[in-house]
C-alpha cells in the first residue's frame, strides 16, 4: 500500500528561513559530534533517505567551500567544478526507502527490507533531525532507538528494523502485526497484544507459533524476544481463558527447548523416503527416493536472509571430520573459561544445529537456537540484512575453536626474528608455539602455514616469519580499466549531442575521466569541458576532478558540456525541460507538464542577465536540433558541426526560403517586447516557485540560475527533441551484444596472483628494523603448510569508498585431482592432493544476492543442490558456475603413502 503524499510533505513545508549553508553544516556537525559524545541506549536517531542527504551534503560542502573561497580570492583561482555551488536540496524525501505495504493511516511506516546503511540511508540524531526538518520540512520521520549488542563487549546500534510478528487470536482468527525492539521483553509482548485485543494480561497465554506449530508457551517475563528466538514475520498465537479454564494442553505436540543438549551417540538415523513427491513441515517440497537415507539431506529454513549463513553451515555440515567430530561426545573439549571464546555456548549450538541436520531425514531445520547465539555473539550478523558468506565462515571457525580449545592456560610465547636461520627451523618454532596455544579440532584439520617474506625497499633489510591461516583468499585476475561513455552538449550551437565512449581507470578519478573524453571528442584549447549525472531529467550532481569514479554505476546517466575556457563565467545557466503529458488525469484539469529530455548547461559571463540574453543563450544551445524544410518539403536536419559564423546567414536563409514556422520562437522570445516570454520561467534553488521570464527580466547574476523551458507544438514543430531523449547509460546496454564472451580464468592462475610479489600500499608502511622508518616494502606470501580441510575463498567483492562491485568471473577450479604439491615449498615431500566435497555460491548482486550451497554426500558419491529448505540432486558436471564463492577440498590419500587421514597434532613438526 502506498503512503498518501502528506505523509511524505509537511503541509507548511520548512518551518524557517533558510540559513547559510556554512552555518547549516557547523549546526549539524556539532550536533552531531555531541551525540557521539552521549551515546546510550535508548537514544533516539532517525533514518534519512542518503539520496536526499548526499544532496544535502553536496550543498552544505560546495557552498561552504565557495563562501570561504569569496573571503579568500587568491585561493580561488582555479577554475575547477569542485568549488562551485551546488543545488539547495528540496523538502526531505524517504519515499525511496519506505515499503509500499506500510500502513496508509501513517501509524507504521516500515523499510523496504534489504536496504544497506550509507548505500540507502543514513542515520542522523534526534537533534540533528529536528533541524533538517525545520530548515527543509518533508518526510515522513523514520524514529529508531538505539540498542546495545554483544556479549563480552557491549557495542551501540541503531535498530533499524524492528521485528514484525503476526498475532494469531485464537478465538476468531484475527491477524495483527505487532512491531517491537527485539530487546523487548515478553512481559511488553503481553502488554501490547492484551492492549490490542481487550484481554486481561492475567486470562492470556501466548504461544511461539513458529511455522504455525505451538513451540513453546511464552512465560510473561523479563526475558527479551530475541532471548526466546522469535523471528522476524513469524507467528505467535493468543489464547484467551474461558469459564476460568486455560485451554488445554493435552495432545499438544510441543518442540524442545533448541539450546536441549541431547545424549551424546551417533545420530545418523536411516529414513525411508517412498516414490512420490512428499512436503516437509515448512510446507516445502522435498525429493523422493526408493531407498533408504543416511542423512545430510535436510534442509535450513531461511529466517529472513539468512541463505548466507545457511549456504557455509552447509558446507561445514558435510566436511567429513567435522561431522565425525561433532557427532561424538566434544563435551570434554570445551572450554568455558576462555576469555576469547564464548563458554562454549556456540560450540554447544553448533554441535546441535549438526546432529538435528543428520538426524532428521530429509525435513527442513529451523536454525533458530544457532541464529540466536550468533547475534549474541556477533551483532554484526543481527538483524535480517543479507551478510557475507565468508564472513559468517570466518567468525563461525574462530569461535567453534575458541571454544574448543584444548589450551585451557596459554603460555607467553615471545616470537622471534628469522635472522638468517634455516626456513624450516623457523617454520617449525613458529608452528610449534601457534600449537602451544592453540590445539583444537580447527587447528587439526583446518590451519595451514604462510611463509611471509618482506625486504625493504632501501636497505635490503629481509624479514620473514611463518604465520598460520585458516583459508587461502585468492584474487580474480581482471581489467583494470572499464568503459564510460558521456554524450557531449555543443553549447556553441556547433553541434548535436554525440555519445561517446572512453576507457578509464576502474578506480580512477573524474580527471580522469574528463582527460579521455577531451581527447575523442577533440576538445580546443580554448574549451572546457563540464560533466554531470543526469537523474530523472535533472542534473543530480556534476563531477568534478575529485569524484571516485568507482561511484558511477553502469545505469547512470552522464553527460558533458563543452563550455568556453575563456574567465570562469559568473553565471552557469542550467535549463531543464518539461513537455506536455498526454494522458489527461482523472481530475479533468487538463495535460500536466512533466520534467523531460535532458538538461542544457552553458555558461554566461554577463554582469547581468536580462530576459532576452537568456532567451538568446537557450536559443544558440538549441540551434542543432532545428529541423529545416528543403524545396520538397521534406523535414532534414541542420548538418552536425556547423560552423558558428554560419549561424546567421543559416538561419536568414531558412527565412528566405519561406518557412515562416522558424520566426515563431525567435519572434516570442526576442521580438516582443511587453508579453512574457511565454514557455521560460525561472525557478528558485529548489526547482520550484516558477516565474514567468519577460524580455526584460533582469536576473541577478549568481552561481547557478535555474530556467524552465516548457514546449509547445510550436518548438517541437521547430526542434527535433529525439535528440535530448534516451541518453545512453554509462554502460552502453548495446555494447554487451558486441562483446566477446568473459573467457574464464584457472584456479591456479588466481594463485600465481596471490603469491607474487608486490609492494604494499601506502597505507600499509611497514616498519624496518634496520632503518628505523616506516618502508613500502616489497611482499612476498609463500605456501610452507597447507591443512587437511582446504578452504578456498575467490575474492569477488571489492570495496571502495563510494562503491561495492562483484565480479562474475567464471573461475575454473578442478573437482578432483587439485594437485598443490608444487607451491608447498616446505621441505617435508608431502604430496598435497585434493577433491573438492562443497561449494558455497552467491548469485546476484551486492545487497539483494542469494546464496545456496552444493554438497558432496560421500557415502552417495553424490552431488546435491542446497537451496535453504529445498534440496535436490545435481549433476557434478554443473557445479562448476560463475556463482562459485567458497571452495571446500579434502586432502586425499596419495600412491606415496601421504596419508588422507587427519594428521595427528604434532605430526608435520
Request: glycine fraction near 6%; charged fraction near 25%.
Amino acid at each position: 500500500m502506498t503512503i498518501p503524499d502528506s505523509q511524505f510533505m509537511l503541509e507548511s513545508g520548512a518551518s524557517c528561513l533558510p540559513v547559510p549553508a556554512d552555518q547549516e553544516r557547523r549546526i549539524v556537525e556539532e550536533l552531531a559530534s555531541k551525540a557521539q559524545a552521549d551515546l546510550r541506549e535508548g537514544n533516539l536517531y532517525y533514518v534519512v533517505s542518503n539520496r536526499w542527504y548526499s544532496s544535502w551534503q553536496r550543498y552544505v560542502e560546495r557552498n561552504s567551500d565557495q563562501h570561504l573561497a569569496a573571503k579568500q580570492p587568491e585561493l580561488h583561482s582555479l577554475d575547477t567544478t569542485s568549488s562551485e555551488m551546488a543545488d539547495r536540496p528540496g523538502p526531505i524525501d524517504n519515499g525511496d526507502i519506505v515499503s509500499d505495504e506500510s500502513s496508509s493511516d501513517g501509524d507504521h511506516v516500515d523499510l523496504r527490507r534489504m536496504l544497506e546503511e550509507e548505500k540507502d540511508y543514513v542515520l542522523v540524531p534526534q537533534e540533528v533531525w529536528e533541524k533538517l526538518l525545520g530548515w527543509y520540512g518533508g518526510g515522513p520521520a523514520l524514529p529508531r532507538k538505539m540498542i546495545t549488542q554483544g556479549y563480552y563487549q557491549k557495542s551501540f546500534m541503531v535498530e533499524v528494523y524492528l521485528l514484525r510478528l503476526t498475532l494469531i487470536d485464537a478465538r476468531d482468527s484475527t491477524h495483527l502485526v505487532i512491531r517491537l525492539s527485539r530487546k523487548a521483553t515478553i512481559e511488553e509482548l503481553y502488554r501490547n497484544v492484551c492492549s490490542l485485543r481487550n484481554v486481561d494480561v492475567a486470562k492470556a497465554q501466548i504461544w511461539d507459533y513458529f511455522n504455525k506449530q505451538k513451540i513453546a508457551l511464552l512465560v510473561n517475563s523479563n526475558k527479551s524476544l530475541e532471548e526466546e528466538n522469535l523471528q522476524l514475520d513469524q507467528h505467535i498465537l493468543l489464547e484467551v481463558q474461558a469459564d476460568g479454564v486455560l485451554p488445554s494442553q493435552v495432545g499438544m505436540d510441543l518442540a524442545k527447548n533448541d539450546l536441549a543438549l541431547v545424549a551424546f551417540e551417533p545420530s545418523r538415523s536411516s529414513v525411508t523416503i517412498t516414490e512420490g513427491p512428499t512436503t516437509s513441515n515448512d510446507g516445502s517440497n522435498v525429493l523422493s527416493e526408493t531407498k533408504g537415507d543416511k542423512g545430510g539431506l535436510a534442509g535450513l529454513q531461511n529466517l529472513g536472509n539468512t541463505c548466507f549463513m545457511n549456504s557455509a553451515i552447509q558446507c561445514l555440515a558435510h566436511t567429513p571430520p567435522i561431522v565425525e567430530y561433532f557427532l561424538q561426545d566434544y563435551t570434554g573439549d570445551i572450554n568455558i573459561n576462555n576469555p576469547l571464546g564464548m563458554e562454549g555456548e556456540l560450540a554447544l549450538a553448533f554441535g546441535e544445529l549438526l546432529r538435528q541436520l543428520w538426524s532428521s531425514g530429509r525435513t527442513s531445520v529451523p536454525p533458530r537456537a544457532f541464529k540466536g547465539k550468533l547475534a549474541r555473539f556477533a551483532p554484526q550478523f543481527s538483524g535480517y540484512n543479507q551478510h557475507d558468506s565468508q564472513e559468517l565462515l570466518a567468525f563461525l571457525l574462530d569461535g567453534l575453536h575458541e571454544d574448543l580449545n584444548r589450551v585451557k592456560r596459554k603460555p607467553y610465547l615471545e616470537a622471534k626474528d628469522s635472522n638468517g636461520r634455516p626456513d624450516k627451523e623457523v617454520a617449525d618454532e613458529s608452528w610449534r608455539y601457534h600449537r602451544a596455544r592453540n590445539d583444537s579440532i580447527i587447528v587439526d584439520v583446518c590451519q595451514g602455514q604462510y611463509k611471509s617474506t618482506l625486504v625493504c625497499p632501501v636497505c635490503g633489510k629481509i624479514s620473514i616469519t611463518f604465520d598460520p591461516f585458516m583459508y587461502l583468499t585468492l584474487p580474480l585476475p581482471s581489467s583494470a580499466t572499464r568503459t564510460i561513455t558521456v554524450t557531449v552538449f555543443y553549447v556553441d550551437g556547433t553541434g548535436l549531442p554525440m555519445p561517446y565512449t572512453v576507457t578509464v581507470p576502474k578506480h580512477g578519478r573524474g580527471k580522469d575521466l574528463n582527460q579521455a573524453l577531451g581527447v575523442v571528442c577533440c576538445l580546443r584549447t580554448d574549451e572546457r569541458l563540464l560533466l554531470a549525472e543526469v537523474y530523472e531529467h535533472k542534473i543530480f550532481q556534476y563531477i568534478d576532478d575529485f569524484t571516485d569514479l568507482t561511484s558511477i554505476k553502469d545505469n547512470d546517466c552522464l553527460v558533458a558540456y563543452r563550455l568556453p575556457n575563456r574567465g570562469k563565467g559568473k553565471t552557469r545557466l542550467e535549463v531543464s525541460s518539461r513537455w506536455i503529458d498526454r494522458v489527461v488525469p482523472d481530475n479533468l484539469k487538463g495535460p500536466e507538464r512533466k520534467y523531460s529530455g535532458t538538461p542544457l548547461v552553458t555558461v554566461l559571463d554577463e554582469e547581468s542577465l536580462s530576459g532576452a540574453r537568456i532567451a538568446e543563450a537557450i536559443t544558440k544551445m538549441l540551434l542543432p536540433l532545428r529541423r529545416v524544410c528543403s524545396t520538397s518539403g521534406v523535414i532534414l536536419h541542420k548538418e552536425n558541426n556547423i560552423d558558428s559564423s554560419d549561424e546567421v546567414s543559416n538561419s536568414n536563409h531558412a527565412k528566405s526560403e519561406g518557412n515562416h514556422e522558424m520566426d515563431g520562437l525567435e519572434d516570442d522570445l526576442l521580438n516582443n517586447e511587453s508579453s512574457p516570454l511565454l514557455h521560460l520561467f525561472l525557478a528558485d534553488d529548489r526547482g520550484s516557485n516558477h516565474k514567468p521570464v519577460n524580455r526584460d527580466t533582469v536576473i541577478r547574476p549568481g552561481n547557478i540560475v535555474k530556467i524552465l523551458l516548457d514546449w509547445t507544438e510550436k518548438e517541437h514543430e521547430l526542434y527535433d527533441a529525439s535528440y535530448l531523449k534516451d541518453l545512453p547509460e554509462v554502460h552502453k546496454s548495446g555494447m554487451t551484444a558486441k562483446k566477446t564472451r568473459q573467457e574464464a580464468i584457472s584456479l591456479f592462475s588466481c594463485l600465481d596472483a596471490f603469491l607474487k610479489e608486490e609492494p604494499l600500499g601506502p597505507d600499509d608502511m611497514w616498519y624496518c628494523p634496520s632503518c628505523k622508518e616506516h618502508r613500502q616494502a616489497t611482499k612476498k606470501l609463500d605456501l610452507w603448510k597447507l591443512p587437511d580441510i582446504l578452504v578456498v575463498h575467490l575474492k569477488r567483492f571489492s570495496y571502495s569508498r563510494y562503491f561495492k562491485n562483484k565480479l562474475n568471473t567464471v573461475v575454473n577450479f578442478p573437482i578432483h585431482n587439485l594437485d598443490l604439491t608444487k607451491y608447498v615449498k616446505s621441505e617435508a615431500g608431502h604430496s598435497y592432493v585434493y577433491e573438492l566435497y562443497a561449494i558455497s555460491n552467491h548469485y546476484g548482486g551486492l545487497g539483494g544476492g542469494h546464496y545456496t550451497a552444493f554438497a558432496k554426500l560421500l557415502d552417495d558419491d553424490r552431488w546435491y543442490h542446497f537451496d535453504d529448505s529445498h534440496v535436490s540432486p545435481v549433476s557434478e558436471t554443473d557445479i562448476g558456475t560463475s556463482a562459485a564463492y567458497l571452495l571446500f577440498y579434502q586432502r586425499v590419500r596419495t600412491k606415496t603413502g601421504d596419508t588422507s587421514q587427519p594428521r595427528e597434532r604434532e605430526s608435520d613438526e
